[in-house]
């Protein structure tokens, strides 16, 4: 199936400051792709759709300027968890849809805000 | 918007019985609906999936049954193992486009026991 990789895998970063989350899709082209949010035991919230070119699409109660999400080419979208805090820690996922098939996701990141 | 619920919550079973995850979902313009496995830290992995002009698919030991009437798809996992342990989720979206959100049920975790 379709390859989605996800960068880094776990990351620890200081109160106040920025992390980028790199998502890349390796054998296609995702003009959208997803960002999620999972917490321990939980299913997969949402946060918001990455759209090429554009601006991203946030679900209702993300902080769009807490997340910030470029799209800047067919292969890649990141994700900048800015000023972060401890509340922000948590586990982010990318997807990205194959035309015709089902949403590849990447390894997830584990974000750990000391 | 749609709403997928999935039970049971937790499921275990010994190694080599079936073992049956059950979703329910609310937009009747969903057409399609995969399942993802998803072991401790990692990301979710498509495994199957179905679309709504098709009432059962199968892939070896996994199975996946859709009612349309109403409104409900099963995971079926027979002869199961213990790499079969881990989280499985269920979704649903409107179509298989780049652009088309996933609904996701809550996630079952199943264990295969020895």
């Known amino acids: 199936g379709a390859v989605v990789s996800q960068h880094p895998s776990w990351v620890i970063c200081k109160s106040g400051t920025s992390v980028k989350i790199e998502c890349r899709s390796l054998d296609f082209q995702a003009t959208t792709m997803f960002w999620y949010r999972q917490f321990p035991k939980q299913s997969l919230m949402l946060m918001a759709t990455?759209?090429?070119?554009?601006?991203?699409?946030?679900e209702q109660g993300v902080e769009k300027d807490k997340f910030l999400i470029n799209h800047a080419s067919l292969t890649l979208s990141t994700l900048t968890v800015t000023s972060a805090h401890p509340e922000d820690s948590s586990f982010y996922i990318c997807?990205?849809?194959?035309?015709?098939?089902?949403?590849?996701f990447g390894q997830g990141t584990r974000l750990t805000v000391v | 918007g749609e709403n997928v619920e999935q039970h049971p919550s937790t499921l275990s079973v010994q190694e080599g019985d079936s073992a049956v995850i059950k979703c329910t979902y609310s937009?009747?313009?969903?057409?399609?609906f995969p399942w993802y496995k998803q072991e401790l830290g990692k990301g979710p992995q498509l495994i199957i999936d179905i679309r709504s002009n098709v009432g059962e698919k199968k892939d070896q030991r996994i199975a996946v049954t859709l009612n349309k009437t109403a409104k409900h798809f099963s995971l079926h996992i027979t002869e199961t193992q213990p790499e079969d342990s881990a989280v499985y989720f269920c979704?649903?979206?409107?179509?298989?486009?780049?652009?088309?959100?996933?609904?996701f049920g809550t996630g079952t975790q199943l264990k295969v026991e020895l």
């Open positions: 937009d009747s313009a969903s057409n399609y």
């Open positions: 997807s990205a849809r194959f035309p015709g098939q089902g949403a590849f």
């Open positions: 990455s759209n090429e070119g554009s601006k991203a699409t946030y």
């Open positions: 979704a649903a979206s409107m179509g298989t486009g780049g652009g088309n959100k996933l609904t």
